[in-house]
């Protein structure tokens, strides 16, 4: 693949169309637009991951739940290998590990399964104190992080309701083109910074060494592409953080719930 303009790199379901190889073992080159300093941004390497063991695996049923590690920096060059851990009647256990700069940067394993017959249920729970995205202005793109100009942002909450150690945020894919609803959620998914960042008593680098979420159903749907997303910072000190993502839709009905280990630097 060659390197792409910015716009067309922009258009990462595209990107991800584009994957060279029929499995196990898959290559992209010049992956553009998504970088956050030296490595791409989790959410993108995370999608890239999600679309080749989609590729490799066409069969697979709807994803359920992942656990993702960030290992060194993803630059625009990946190559992304695909491995059943195993496989039972109802789920099926996949491996995606990424190498870039001859280096495995990205792990993850993949949790899909078949819907059965239902033994009871519990109802997602919906979003507290949010601002209706239509009620709020755009916010700018933060400097650095280049890999946001592939959103829209917005607040997700009133001034007086901001809480320490928490962000909140109404966000938008500018080119949705090319995504199935899961993989728009494994792309959005971790696109805020920590909301230990509102905790830090001077500005300073972090780095995400996890992910892991489960999907709260398997056909997530919203209004107008709008997401409404906040990180939680749950215990803070000795240079890490402990966060909580949730994810919910237009209407503030959950679909996603995270977990994430942050290293804080400076």
Not at 37 to 53: D, E, P, Q
Not at 57 to 79: E, K, T, W
Not at 113 to 131: I, M
Not at 159 to 173: I, S
Request: charged share 20%.
């Amino acid at each position: 693949m060659e390197a792409a303009s910015e716009t067309e790199a922009q258009a990462i379901g595209a990107i991800a169309q584009a994957m060279t190889g029929t499995g196990p073992d898959f290559s992209l080159r010049g992956v553009d637009g998504w970088l956050q300093g030296r490595t791409m941004y989790g959410g993108a390497s995370s999608f890239l991951a999600y679309a080749a063991a989609r590729k490799a695996r066409p069969d697979l049923p709807p994803l359920r739940a992942a656990q993702i590690s960030f290992l060194a920096p993803v630059g625009s060059d990946v190559d992304i290998t695909v491995s059943s851990l195993r496989e039972g009647k109802s789920v099926a256990n996949i491996q995606t590990d990424m190498t870039s700069g001859g280096s495995l940067a990205h792990r993850a394993a993949w949790v899909f399964g078949s819907a059965r017959t239902s033994n009871g249920s519990v109802t997602a729970a919906r979003a507290e104190n949010f601002v209706p995205y239509a009620d709020l202005p755009e916010l700018g793109s933060p400097e650095g992080l280049h890999f946001v100009n592939n959103f829209e942002l917005r607040r997700g909450e009133a001034k007086e309701d901001r809480r320490p150690g928490v962000v909140r945020r109404w966000v938008r894919l500018r080119d949705r083109a090319c995504l199935d609803p899961v993989g728009e959620l494994v792309l959005i998914g971790d696109t805020l910074p920590p909301g230990s960042m509102r905790a830090m008593e001077r500005r300073g680098p972090i780095s995400s060494i996890n992910w892991s979420f489960t999907l709260l159903g398997d056909a997530p749907e919203t209004r107008d592409g709008w997401w409404l997303l906040e990180t939680a910072s749950n215990h803070m000190a000795d240079g890490f953080s402990s966060e909580t993502l949730r994810m919910w839709n237009a209407d503030g009905v959950q679909v996603m719930h995270g977990l994430q280990s942050v290293a804080i630097f400076g």
